[in-house]
């Protein structure tokens, strides 16, 4: 059955709306992340017992230019693979630029896609907002074992927007299989990351064409406490 869980942004928070799922994604450019003991010891403690998983603080892979920067980016992926190996955490969310990723970068990333499963990790592709759905299935295509988080709100994006370039439901028949992860949320025409029922894509159509067998985990991103128990229920009464 399909793990309901929460994103978030400060590991430790714990003010008087927090919020506490057994299913967890960390971002790991929380403050209090970092590459060490020192750090991911206290992480490891504090979690312990809960369904892990992890949001990379890579912004969009292969976009930077400076060929530095770009070394650095696939430097930190991989010592953010590192890191939830030791953490336990099951999956790492990546970005990647809007483009069709040429040769070089389909066996660099293939490369990365290795290393994490021989470390007992799961990179999945996140769609960037207003993505070309076109674009998203070239890239996808390039790899046998890389699997997809569909972002609900970067999907409204796109479709919204008209970035997406095709049939929303021609789109989601080709990444069906793909599908294991998804984030929950919504864009109404103007905010990101509203709760579900106040944004403008119908959701209950979009997880309906998936395989909902295939889904591990449905990733609340939400921080306003209303919209994040809505959604709650609304995932609840739709995975029951």
Not at 45 to 55: A, C, D, E, Q, T
Not at 130 to 151: A, H, I, K
């Given at each position: 059955m399909v793990e309901l869980g929460f994103k978030t942004w400060n590991i430790f928070y714990s003010g008087k709306d927090k919020i506490d799922l057994p299913t967890l994604e960390i971002a790991s450019k929380d403050p209090d992340?970092?590459?060490?003991?020192?750090?991911?010891?206290?992480?490891?403690?504090?979690?312990?017992?809960?369904?892990?998983?992890?949001?990379?603080?890579?912004?969009?892979?292969?976009?930077?230019?400076?060929?530095?920067?770009?070394?650095?980016?696939?430097?930190?992926?991989?010592?953010?693979?590192?890191?939830?190996?030791?953490?336990?955490?099951?999956?790492?969310?990546?970005?990647?630029?809007?483009?069709?990723?040429?040769?070089?970068?389909?066996?660099?990333?293939r490369t990365l896609i290795k290393f994490a499963k021989k470390n007992?990790?799961?990179?999945?592709?996140?769609?960037?907002?207003?993505?070309?759905?076109?674009?998203?299935?070239?890239?996808?295509?390039?790899?046998?074992?890389?699997?997809?988080?569909?972002?609900?709100c970067h999907l409204a994006m796109a479709v919204e927007h008209k970035t997406l370039n095709m049939d929303l439901f021609d789109f989601l028949s080709q990444i069906r299989d793909k599908v294991v992860y998804v984030h929950a949320s919504g864009y109404d025409g103007k905010t990101e990351h509203v709760g579900l029922s106040k944004g403008t894509l119908d959701w209950k159509a979009v997880l309906s064409k998936l395989d909902m067998k295939k889904v591990k985990k449905i990733i609340i991103e939400l921080h306003n406490l209303k919209h994040f128990n809505e959604t709650k229920k609304q995932l609840e009464l739709f995975t029951k």
């Open positions: 992340f970092g590459f060490r003991r020192k750090s991911l010891e206290p992480i490891k403690n504090y979690l312990k017992g809960k369904s892990l998983s992890m949001h990379t603080q890579t912004k969009r892979l292969f976009t930077e230019k400076s060929k530095v920067l770009r070394e650095l980016e696939i430097k930190t992926l991989s010592a953010e693979i590192l890191a939830c190996s030791y953490l336990g955490c099951t999956e790492l969310i990546v970005h990647l630029t809007q483009r069709k990723l040429p040769p070089d970068e389909v066996k660099q990333l007992k990790v799961q990179l999945l592709y996140e769609p960037n907002g207003d993505f070309n759905g076109q674009t998203f299935l070239y890239n996808v295509g390039r790899f046998r074992d890389l699997n997809v988080n569909l972002d609900l």
